[in-house]
């Protein structure tokens, strides 16, 4: 057995428990239970993917897949900010119908 062909077999391994993983982060991201719990599973989602996409970037001897696991890091990242934002948007909302006792202002 070469070194090229054990890295192959240690990158084929890898990719296998990042797969495995993502199984159990999906299941995180369904069930929750706390919408935090959900967007931290999220982002991890877009990290194991990158790192998926890397680990096939070398098997596969393809290196535009790089720049597209670069690109996707990008987008992971835009998504996670917007999610956040607007649960902050949801949490406010609700914080302010509990001051005001659940009436809304435009009603008063």
């Not at 998926?52 to 790089?66: K, N, R």
């Not at 956040?84 to 009436?103: C, D, L, S």
Request: overall charge neutral.
């Amino acid at each position: 057995m070469t070194v090229e062909q054990a890295y192959r077999i240690l990158y084929v391994i890898a990719a296998a428990v990042i797969g495995g993983l993502l199984v159990f982060v999906f299941l995180r991201t369904v069930l929750g239970p706390r919408i935090a719990d959900r967007m931290v599973a999220v982002n991890l989602t877009g990290t194991l993917v990158t790192l998926l996409i890397c680990v096939l970037a070398y098997l596969m001897a393809e290196d535009y897949l790089v720049d597209i696991s670069l690109i996707y890091t990008t987008l992971s990242f835009l998504a996670v900010v917007l999610l956040a934002k607007i649960y902050m948007g949801v949490y406010r909302q609700k914080r302010h119908q509990e001051k005001t006792g659940g009436e809304d202002a435009h009603d008063a």
